[in-house]
């Protein structure tokens, strides 16, 4: 494995069975527990545990019923092999306190959404959207999201990315959605999404996405990081 750069699917074999997910250059996992006041002890256990070795590279959401832990190299836009280092260390932590991460649960599961804006002048557009969001870069090294990207500035909205239309396409709605999920979520994902009206447009690029529609036509890609190196 690469000192700095580990391929999707070795962070995946390192971290899955940890239970951390891969979801859009980042790793990923849900620890519950059952007040607020556990939930910060494990934030504490976790920030601890890592040290200054954290900074850049662990943040924390804070919930009643779970705390969301993230791993990835802010400055290069993903994981890298000093983040595997790391996710060991807090899942061994969590644990001697009966604390365990997992992939998520039956009813939440990791997962980051992003939003496409289709554009014949990316230059043009891209301004507008970086100023009515007050969105930041993206660090140009960020995995499966091409240059120009913008996210939320504390990563709490979708990612906003930009991609090239060749010719007006008038007939179709010019924004869609992406919905990254754990690799074990993505059928089921696809499963109730048909069940709920929706139709599948195409699976020719899985696992990387698949392109469904719903009932309107407006469009929506499930993605994976398989099928990406």
């Not at 007040?35 to 601890?48: D, G």
């Not at 290069?76 to 969590?94: E, F, Y």
């Not at 990254?180 to 699976?203: F, H, K």
């Amino acid at each position: 494995m690469s000192d700095a750069m580990p391929t999707r699917g070795q962070v995946a074999s390192v971290a899955d069975p940890l239970g951390w997910r891969l979801i859009l250059g980042a790793l990923i996992t849900h620890v519950e527990v059952p007040s607020l006041t556990v939930a910060v002890q494990a934030a504490v256990t976790a920030v601890e545990v890592v040290g200054e070795e954290g900074d850049g590279h662990l943040s924390v959401d804070l919930h009643a019923d779970r705390v969301v832990l993230h791993l990835h190299t802010l400055a290069a836009g993903r994981v890298t092999a000093h983040d595997l280092s790391l996710a060991p260390r807090i899942t061994a932590a969590l644990a001697a306190r009966s604390l365990v991460t997992r992939a998520g649960d039956g009813a939440v599961g990791p997962q980051a959404i992003e939003i496409a804006i289709d554009a014949l002048d990316i230059p043009a557009v891209r301004p507008f959207w970086q100023a009515v969001t007050g969105y930041v870069d993206v660090p140009a090294l960020a995995e499966q999201l091409p240059d120009g990207a913008l996210c939320d500035p504390l990563r709490r909205g979708p990612t906003i990315w930009f991609q090239q239309m060749d010719a007006p396409r008038r007939q179709r709605n010019r924004i869609h959605i992406d919905v990254d999920v754990a690799p074990e979520l993505a059928q089921p994902r696809i499963e109730a999404a048909l069940a709920a009206g929706g139709t599948l447009l195409s699976a020719d690029a899985a696992p990387a996405f698949w392109v469904l529609a719903d009932p309107e036509g407006n469009e929506v890609c499930v993605c994976t990081w398989q099928g990406r190196d």
